[in-house]
């Protein structure tokens, strides 16, 4: 019973090559994340979806987009890949509360691109 | 902006020896404080937090109590094992920041046996 998943686990490709990264969740939450670790383990956010509208559109290259088809599932696309964007992505998930209050956030096993 | 500082790694620590993180904490208001860890090869996963002033979470052995006269959020446990080496994150949650959680650096933790 998987919470947060993502798919692929593992993702190696050329540089401008387009790419995308599936992530789902079981937990009825409502708000959805994407996150970006660097190889120092440095976590940032990059974007967040409530209900299927964007909420948090962090400062990231307009190459990347997300998109959220329902309140399940967030997808991240990225065009053109460079050698800077291998790192770890992380999906997660939340429940948003009263005045946007966040709630614990529930993190997927996370993606490890490659760019060659 | 709101922030968090933890210390730096690696730590390396025998078992059942004493383990403390140090984070602080910088935000406009009252945030959520949060520890997550990342075990090897895994995503994060909630290992405590607290909501409020004087708050302590705690969880597997581990505490950290909400400190807002030295804005603190340390987390301590009286004696490791193995299986807790782990990366461990601080992170805060604030409505000046519009409720993004804000990520320390982390420290890797490794304990021997």
């Known amino acids: 019973d998987t919470a947060v998943s993502q798919t692929p686990k593992y993702l190696v490709t050329q540089m401008g090559n387009d790419k995308s990264i599936k992530c789902e969740q079981n937990l009825g939450h409502d708000t959805m994340y994407w996150y970006k670790q660097d190889s120092k383990k440095f976590l940032k956010i990059m974007f967040s979806?409530?209900?299927?509208?964007?909420?948090i559109n962090e400062t990231v290259p307009n190459r990347f987009s997300p998109k959220s088809p329902d309140k399940a599932h967030l997808n991240l696309h990225i065009n053109s890949l460079e050698l800077g964007d291998s790192a770890v992505y992380f999906c997660?998930?939340?429940?948003?509360?009263?005045?946007?209050?966040?709630?614990?956030?529930?993190f997927g096993p996370g993606t490890r691109l490659t760019v060659l | 902006g709101d922030s968090v500082t933890q210390m730096e790694g690696p730590v390396t620590l025998s078992e059942e020896a004493f383990l403390t993180i140090n984070c602080t904490y910088t935000a406009t208001g009252y945030p959520s404080l949060f520890w997550y860890v990342q075990y090897p090869g895994e995503g994060l996963q909630l290992l405590l937090k607290a909501t409020k002033a004087d708050d302590k979470g705690s969880n597997k052995g581990f505490e950290a109590t909400y400190r807002k006269e030295t804005t603190s959020f340390h987390l301590e446990k009286g004696s490791v094992q193995v299986s807790d080496s782990a990366v461990y994150f601080c992170?805060?949650?604030?409505?000046?920041?519009?409720?993004?959680?804000?990520f320390g650096a982390g420290t890797t933790v490794t304990v021997r046996a």
């Open positions: 992170a805060l949650s604030a409505p000046s920041n519009d409720y993004k959680l804000s």
């Open positions: 979806y409530n209900n299927k509208e964007l909420i």
């Open positions: 997660a998930s939340s429940f948003m509360g009263v005045a946007g209050f966040t709630d614990t956030q529930y």
